[in-house]
């Protein structure tokens, strides 16, 4: 039985290492977390930072190398493929920046596939209410092809909605819309934390898009730099920058060490 004062996701000590060609890449190096229920948070940082790293790893699409996860009180590396499937369908919605819809398939049959996969009836009364919110009533027999980008972000944010999840992670969920389609889907994922009391973990480059979560968690080589409540666009565009300006610090200084070492560049 879900406890309510349990976290909707906790992650401790979690590590990813990829095997490369030489060194292996570690992208991320001993993470914890924990997302409360009822929440928008929002991750961030540079390129290969270990944001969408985290993200895979917490919604269980991605074992990791050393850690845990947690969606309530489930522990994930307990359960078996088959019931870390289960666990998805039932208690995780993801919503993906290229939306991910089936081209064959009406929105309404899009909305109810991950229901239909896992055997399960849908809970009609929420069903109408997480139509009616991301407004598609008029356009469930339509195809993704006769909808806009904004449209088509809205039913994957309502097939993510479907079965009532704990969380709902979204990756990049406004990378692929234009200004003012991306607020109108923001405020729409603002709107099922508010008005339903659901969890948002949103990963973004987007300081404004940023600005619509309850918290910000800023990482970089894999680790947690920053994690600051409500901090505002401006405040996050300043982290940002200071981040990115030590990181060509430290790139800059790594540069010229190494090249004093091989011979390439003489440090004086």
């Not at 929440?39 to 990791?64: E, H, I, N, W």
């Not at 088959?82 to 290229?98: D, N, S």
């Not at 508010?194 to 948002?200: C, I, K, L, P, W």
Request: charged share 20%.
């Amino acid at each position: 039985m879900m406890v309510q004062h349990e976290p909707a996701v906790r992650v401790e000590g979690l590590t990813r290492i990829y095997p490369a060609d030489g060194e292996p890449v570690r992208a991320l190096a001993g993470v914890d977390a924990v997302f409360a229920r009822g929440t928008f948070t929002a991750v961030m940082g540079p390129s290969g930072s270990g944001k969408s790293t985290l993200l895979q790893a917490a919604a269980g699409l991605d074992r990791p190398t050393q850690g845990s996860v947690w969606i309530g009180g489930t522990e994930l590396s307990k359960l078996s493929e088959t019931k870390l499937t289960e666990l998805r369908r039932g208690r995780i919605g993801f919503v993906f920046q290229a939306f991910n819809l089936i081209g064959a398939l009406t929105v309404e049959e899009n909305i109810l596939l991950p229901l239909r996969l896992a055997g399960t009836r849908p809970d009609q009364v929420w069903l109408n209410q997480v139509i009616g919110r991301v407004g598609l009533t008029d356009r469930l027999r339509h195809r993704p092809s006769a909808l806009s980008g904004g449209q088509q972000q809205r039913v994957a944010i309502a097939r993510a909605l479907a079965s009532r999840p704990d969380v709902i992670f979204c990756d990049e969920p406004t990378g692929a819309l234009d200004t003012n389609t991306a607020a109108e889907v923001l405020a729409l994922l603002r709107g099922v934390v508010d008005e339903h009391g659901q969890t948002v973990v949103m990963v973004t480059h987007d300081p404004v898009a940023a600005s619509y979560a309850d918290r910000v968690i800023v990482l970089a080589d894999g680790r947690i730099v920053h994690d600051m409540p409500q901090p505002g666009a401006d405040r996050i565009a300043e982290h940002l920058a200071a981040l990115g300006r030590r990181r060509a610090v430290t790139g800059a200084v790594t540069s010229a060490v190494t090249g004093s070492v091989t011979g390439e560049g003489v440090v004086r």
